[in-house]
């Protein structure tokens, strides 16, 4: 047998659970429970690929055992995933899209849905199982909207962050600043999670191959834009986490944000310090979709990220490109090993417990 | 070593199954021709185990862009998780990095029996 790496603490920045509509109508209210029982709505799908994988975009062994779609079976997830590989926390991401784009004009139903998808995750699966912490949905295209919904679900202890739907607008933007605020209120974290679409020019690529390579540009874009419209130099207590990008890009971005910014500073005089300076401090990017790379490799993005803080690790349970915390990574050392597995999200989500003894 | 699998007959054409080689766990394929093959039952990358995935065909390699051709049906065994593709039928081959490929096994039919060997 090839040798296994030992089990270790985990705590997995992202993890889909699924919602069917009908899981979802004890949630909503007439009339919008309406329209999906009698009028038979369903959610635009965007993507318009065919995923050309086993089971389209779960792992083809994440199937429930009634044959259920993957991320639909709590015990079943607990079983292989959070009992199997030592998960000490998990983050819920969800699969819920209420941007725009999928949801065209009607923000009304998106807002209705983001909070009938929040009470469904509180009681179904944050309730249920103590390592499992949430994600707020909320419809940002009426920031007033998502930041009342904030308010009424931000406070439950198990809720960690604000995912905040990508789409046309950019989230520097100031028009999403009351729902910064709100987040900063409820020690709430941001996190992005790459819906659909992400591309902002040109619409789809042609391939799913060149979509599902290029989502850290979508990371790159929303990480400037934050940077440079100075979200974080008036939020400073903001956290921001970037999920399913990948963190091979970020090297790249910081360099090329400090030259710009010795070159155009001017431009921003609301932006008080170095980008890679903020983004040390501020933003965290996880692991998934890992490309292979050495332990040599890893350690030169570390070294030229100039922090060991930033990198968490998340598996993307139940996803086809799901990364295993047993092979996924090369072996580093121990004291990173912590840092990345567990440690750095325990600093990025300011609500997860700290460990017994720690003073935060 | 040597391991009775199962019964020929419990493995259809274009099926395969999970089994074990003494510690080595293995996967059995049988292709759509009635051919038995035994591969180690991990995937390369991230050790998955293949007998999740599905035994599917390949596209034709072309010099002309948008042009498909399916071949190989039922001689590529996909991983399930990140669906790396293996040709079974020639040594276990990794196609997209042909020097990689599974560590492979003998069968033999004995009696109606599907038989392992290392
Ligand atoms: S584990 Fe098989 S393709 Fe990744």
């Not at chain 1, 949630?27 to 993507?47: A, F, G, S, T």
Request: with cysteine; glycine share 6%.
């Amino acid at each position: 047998m090839p040798k296994r790496r030992k089990q270790r603490r985990i705590i997995d920045t992202d993890i889909h659970e699924r919602v069917t509509y009908s899981d979802l109508l004890p949630y909503l209210d007439n009339p919008w429970r309406r329209y999906i029982e009698d009028n038979h709505w369903v959610q635009e799908k965007h993507m318009p690929y065919t995923q050309p994988t086993v089971a389209g975009v779960d792992r083809a062994d994440a199937v429930t055992p009634d044959g259920g779609a993957a991320g639909t079976d709590l015990g079943f997830m607990q079983k292989q995933l959070l009992d199997a590989e030592g998960h000490e926390y998990g983050i819920l991401s969800g699969a819920l899209d209420p941007s725009p784009s999928s949801m065209h004009g009607w923000y009304e139903m998106a807002t209705a849905l983001a909070s009938a998808y929040n009470d469904w995750q509180i009681e179904n699966w944050l309730e249920k199982d103590s390592r499992l912490y949430g994600s707020v949905h909320i419809a940002a295209q009426e920031p007033q909207q998502a930041v009342r919904e904030i308010e009424r679900v931000g406070s439950h202890p198990k809720m960690v962050q604000i995912l905040l739907p990508i789409d046309t607008r950019s989230w520097g933007d100031p028009y999403y600043h009351p729902i910064y605020e709100a987040a900063e209120r409820h020690n709430l974290s941001i996190g992005m999670h790459h819906n659909e679409p992400p591309t902002h020019f040109g619409g789809w690529p042609r391939y799913f191959i060149e979509w599902h390579t290029m989502l850290p540009t979508a990371h790159m874009i929303q990480v400037s834009n934050m940077v440079f419209n100075g979200v974080f130099d008036k939020f400073p207590g903001l956290h921001l986490i970037m999920i399913e990008g990948g963190f091979t890009h970020v090297p790249h971005l910081m360099k090329k944000m400090d030259q710009q910014y010795k070159e155009l500073r001017h431009e921003i005089p609301w932006v008080k310090r170095m980008p890679s300076r903020i983004i040390q401090e501020h933003v965290r990017f996880t692991t998934q979709p890992v490309e292979e790379l050495s332990q040599k490799e890893f350690m030169q993005f570390v070294d030229q990220m100039g922090s060991e803080d930033m990198i968490c690790f998340a598996t993307d349970y139940p996803h086809w490109d799901y990364d295993s915390p047993l092979e996924a990574l090369p072996k580093l050392d121990e004291a990173l090993e912590e840092k990345i597995y567990s440690e750095n999200a325990r600093a990025a989500y300011p609500k997860l417990p700290q460990p017994a003894g720690s003073v935060k | 070593m040597r391991e009775v699998v199962c019964e020929k007959e419990d493995i259809h054409p274009g099926k395969m199954r999970s089994a074990t080689l003494g510690k080595i766990p293995i996967v059995v394929c049988r292709t759509k021709d009635g051919e038995f093959y035994a591969f180690a039952n991990r995937c390369l990358h991230q050790g998955a185990p293949l007998s999740e995935g599905i035994l599917c065909g390949d596209t034709k390699r072309t010099d002309i862009h948008g042009n498909y051709e399916y071949i190989k049906d039922g001689e590529i065994l996909r991983c399930p998780w990140h669906a790396l593709e293996y040709d079974i039928k020639n040594d276990g081959v990794m196609l997209a990095e042909p020097d990689k490929k599974l560590r492979s096994f003998q069968v033999a039919i004995e009696d109606d029996q599907v038989v392992v060997y290392k």
